[in-house]
């Protein structure tokens, strides 16, 4: 029997949350989504890497963050970036993280845990998430990383579960069966979300596969050998 993975802890108590809105091109709930899942099932669309569901559109999907392609400046033109175009959604457990680590972010990060007036989501500020920062190369970069680094703690104690895991679609299927996909021509409109044409991460073809650029991401997601034995389903697929 190959290898079994499991979602992390944090991760699934993420996506189990009664109390998240969800930042739409990241977790999916609903109907629509048993639909959407049943369907690829059906053309074999979905495949099992050990006991988690994956698309397969996983395997042919170009990824890298490119913070200097997203930063804000003169011929920008239609290029969106998911600090500014998506909505993150925080769970309680994630509100309290962060406000526990509210003055290391000060100090640190440089800017103020700000939550929108709802207060279930992160801020934007000048039409970009509170926590963006440009740096001396004119590129973003997120903030709380910087702060999680400099604390030594895993980056999701500090950081969303939502920016971590972007451009990737997690769905519940039932209480032990986790789908994941990305966000990708098929499903953004069922997402509400931008088209993957228009995130300079997602639309150059010469950017490495997401399975090997995410993979430190996937192996913290799933468990160590996640992103290995992704690579290993994709080369069969082929």
């Known amino acids: 029997m190959g290898d079994r993975f499991r979602l992390h802890p944090l991760a699934r108590a993420w996506l189990d949350a009664e109390d998240l809105d969800r930042m739409p091109a990241v977790a999916a709930t609903g109907s629509s989504w048993d639909a959407f899942v ?3 099932m059906c053309l074999d669309g979905v495949v099992d890497v050990g006991g988690v569901m994956v698309d397969r559109a996983l395997f042919a999907q170009r990824w890298a963050c490119v913070p200097d392609r997203c930063a804000p400046r003169p011929g920008r033109g239609r290029w969106r970036s998911c600090c500014a175009d998506a909505v ?3 769970t309680a457990a994630e509100k309290e993280r962060l406000a526990r680590h509210g003055a290391a972010v000060e100090r ?3 800017c103020r845990v700000q939550l929108d007036a709802s207060g279930a989501f992160v801020a934007q500020v000048e039409d970009r998430c509170a ?8 590129a973003i970069r997120c903030a709380l990383r910087r702060v999680a680094a400099d604390l030594h703690l895993d980056r999701s104690l500090l950081q969303p579960i939502a920016c971590r895991v972007f451009p990737l679609v997690l769905f519940a299927l039932g ?12 499903n953004h409109r069922r997402l509400g979300a931008c088209a993957p044409t228009r995130y300079p991460c997602l639309a150059d073809a010469t950017l490495p596969l997401l399975c090997e650029a995410m993979a430190a991401d996937l192996d913290w997601l799933f468990g160590a050998g996640f992103a290995a034995a992704l690579r290993r389903r994709a080369r069969r697929s082929r």
């Open 38 to 40: 049943v369907d690829k």
């Open 88 to 90: 993150v959604g925080l």
């Open 108 to 110: 640190i990060g440089g």
């Open 131 to 138: 926590f963006a920062r440009i740096d001396g190369a004119g």
């Open 175 to 186: 209480p032990e069966t986790v789908v994941v996909t990305v966000l990708n021509r098929r």
